[in-house]
């Protein structure tokens, strides 16, 4: 069973399209994420809910909007992209505790042409 | 804001050699943990430091925490092709993983 599943693993759009990716946790942990990882593989926190409340926000610009219907989702939608958002997107999850190791999704892959 | 740095960025090795990542932190921490990216998949956890001064073992690796909390390394013995991939250190700014900062990331390369 996998942990941390996101959707879609690839999505090719143009600029100035509207897109969603969708997370779901099957961990029962209480805190969910967004990670961006541009080119350079550089892993940058964008949002970080605890129990479906936000308590995160990178500096992202307002295109992105995260949604936490339940503890257990996180979805992430992108109004406008441009080419610049084009970059692997990890959903992630995590338990505070002693040892709260962050569980990533597979990622997906957003190429905006 | 807190920064976290791993040098080198980039590491090519003959398989056999061994490897070394460092990770650089701004501010202290109260815990490290370092993670592996396999190319083309993701950033799954491989151990978490916690006392100044830590080192932990598996296997090849060996992971050491600075005495003072602001920097730790990573220690491959005889990289075997399986270590290929991208390695990264995270802390935390505060309590809990709310708030985790990756490291820039060492990408290592093996030359058969």
């Known amino acids: 069973d996998t942990a941390v599943s996101q959707t879609p693993k690839y999505l090719v759009t143009q600029m100035g399209n509207d897109k969603s990716i969708k997370c779901e946790q099957n961990?029962?942990?209480?805190?969910m994420y967004w990670y961006k990882q541009d080119s350079k593989k550089f892993l940058k926190i964008m949002f970080s809910?605890?129990?479906?409340?936000?308590?995160i926000n990178e500096t992202v610009p307002n295109r992105f909007s995260p949604k936490s219907p339940d503890k257990a989702h996180l979805n992430l939608h992108i109004n406008s992209l441009e080419l610049g958002d084009s970059a692997v997107y990890f959903c992630?999850?995590?338990?505070?505790?002693?040892?709260?190791?962050?569980?990533f999704g597979n990622g997906t892959r957003l190429t905006v042409t | 804001g807190q920064q976290v740095m791993q040098i080198p960025q980039y590491q090519h090795v003959q398989e056999g050699e061994d490897f070394t990542t460092y990770c650089n932190s701004s501010t202290t921490l109260s815990n490290i943990q370092w993670y592996k990216q396999r190319p083309g998949g993701h950033p799954v956890f491989l151990i978490q430091l916690v006392k100044s001064g830590e080192v932990k073992k598996q296997k090849r690796l060996t992971f050491q925490f600075g005495e003072a909390k602001k920097n730790s390394s990573l220690h491959i013995t005889a990289t075997q092709t399986t270590d290929v991939g991208t390695y990264f250190c995270a802390g935390p700014r505060g309590f809990g993983n709310e708030k985790l900062t990756f490291g820039t990331g060492t990408r290592l390369t093996i030359i058969p």
């Open positions: 961990l029962g942990h209480d805190t």
């Open positions: 992630a999850s995590s338990q505070p505790g002693q040892v709260n190791t962050v569980h």
């Open positions: 809910y605890n129990n479906k409340e936000l308590i």
